[in-house]
């Protein structure tokens, strides 16, 4: 008698499911953080503006940590080939000492600035006051394109210093341009304006500080033994 084989079956173990482990807290609490921070950051921008709108405040106008203190002596060389509308060469700038006792406009511009080109008519008017100095400070800018923008379209400055490297406004924290600041005949920054001027703002924010800096009486000097 023949026994049939007997069939063993042998059993095996299930495939393990494929499952993506869930992120850990930390993992979701960063991904979430990243996600909110856009919104985060228009909103306080938001906030500034409407501040700025609601206040009736020119947005233009921002407060800089420089005001009240004082100027830096800035001595930049001249830009060669311009002259003045005497026919004589303009100076470069120096502002160590702050000349000759009257105010100073510091103009900080550039060829390629387009808002410079905007305000550069109302610099021309300006110009031809003689109560206070009006100098530039050409930033960042080729000598020849700056020499072409002053010539075609006037040169309002008694003085002007090219800053190539923009490493000199550093110090008076120049972050956009054009902007300009009020100097006292002692060296003190009393007014700063960021982005062009516009008719209003010379007749309402730059006009009334300069006035109110011709208004003040020299400081006495100290008696000498």
Not at 5 to 24: G, V
Not at 123 to 130: E, H, T
Not at 198 to 214: C, D, F, R
Request: proline share 12%; aromatic share 8%.
């Amino acid at each position: 008698m023949t026994e049939e084989p007997i069939e063993t079956t042998i059993p095996t173990a299930p495939a393990a499911a494929q499952e993506t482990p869930a992120p850990s807290p930390p993992a979701k609490a960063r991904r979430n953080w990243l996600v909110l921070l856009p919104l985060l950051l228009f909103g306080g921008l938001a906030s500034v503006f409407l501040y700025q709108l609601l206040s009736g405040k020119n947005a233009q106008i921002i407060p800089s940590v420089l005001i009240g203190k004082t100027a830096p002596e800035t001595t930049l060389p001249p830009l060669e080939g311009l002259k003045g509308p005497d026919g004589q060469p303009t100076p470069g700038l120096d502002l160590a000492g702050f000349g000759d006792g009257r105010p100073v406009v510091v103009n900080v511009f550039a060829s390629w600035c387009v808002p410079c080109r905007v305000e550069h008519p109302l610099l021309m008017d300006l110009g031809k006051d003689d109560r206070f100095r009006l100098v530039g400070i050409n930033y960042k800018d080729k000598p020849e394109n700056a020499l072409e923008f002053l010539e075609s379209l006037g040169n309002p400055y008694d003085a002007v210093g090219v800053d190539p490297k923009g490493t000199a406004t550093i110090d008076w924290g120049v972050y956009g341009i054009p902007e300009t600041f009020l100097v006292t005949p002692d060296g003190e920054i009393v007014y700063k304006q960021t982005g062009p001027f516009s008719p209003e703002l010379i007749e309402t924010g730059l006009m009334p500080a300069i006035e109110a800096v011709l208004a003040r009486k020299p400081a006495k000097k100290a008696p000498t033994s």
